[in-house]
């Protein structure tokens, strides 16, 4: 059940800061949610832990990551636009909820014409990315 609580406890640091909430808050108020992400997550893959772990172990390996912070070097606003869609998409499958919340905003904001002003957000896909990888990490 490893990887149930590594998916949990993305879902976790996600619920204490959106609503924030202590850990002991947590206790209280974010159990229930935590548990329906993870089952959200594994009945995307019917039920099959094994598929979860395989798939949020991947994730360390995917390129996705890399290509937005590329064309942010390069400052290609409709690669900027396809990769951060791309980390939407991958991050909403795997209940990554803050992530996708990022990417989404991201996406948003350069359709919107507001190039220049998605930067910023781009920082924070990038902070809420490394919170990720560390706790699938874990997994080892």
């Known amino acids: 059940m490893k990887i149930k609580k590594i ?11 959106a609503c924030n909430l202590d850990y002991h808050e947590y206790a209280n108020y974010g159990k229930d949610y935590i548990d329906e992400s993870y089952e959200n997550v ?3 893959m019917m039920g099959n832990q094994k598929l979860v772990e395989k798939f949020v172990r991947k994730f360390l390996d995917d390129p996705t990551y890399e290509q937005i912070k590329e064309a942010v070097d390069k400052m290609d606003y409709d690669e900027i636009l396809r990769t951060t869609h791309t980390m939407k998409g991958i991050a909403s499958n795997l209940e990554f ?12 904001m350069i359709r919107a ?5 998605v930067l910023p957000v781009i920082g924070e896909i990038e902070k ?12 080892d």
């Open 7 to 17: 998916v949990s406890g993305i879902a976790c640091m996600v619920t204490l800061a």
């Open 42 to 44: 594994s009945s995307r």
């Open 97 to 108: 909820t803050h992530l996708q919340q990022k990417s989404a905003k991201a996406v948003d």
């Open 113 to 117: 014409g507001q190039r220049e002003e």
């Open 128 to 139: 809420e990315y490394q919170k990720v990888i560390e706790q699938i990490q874990k997994l």
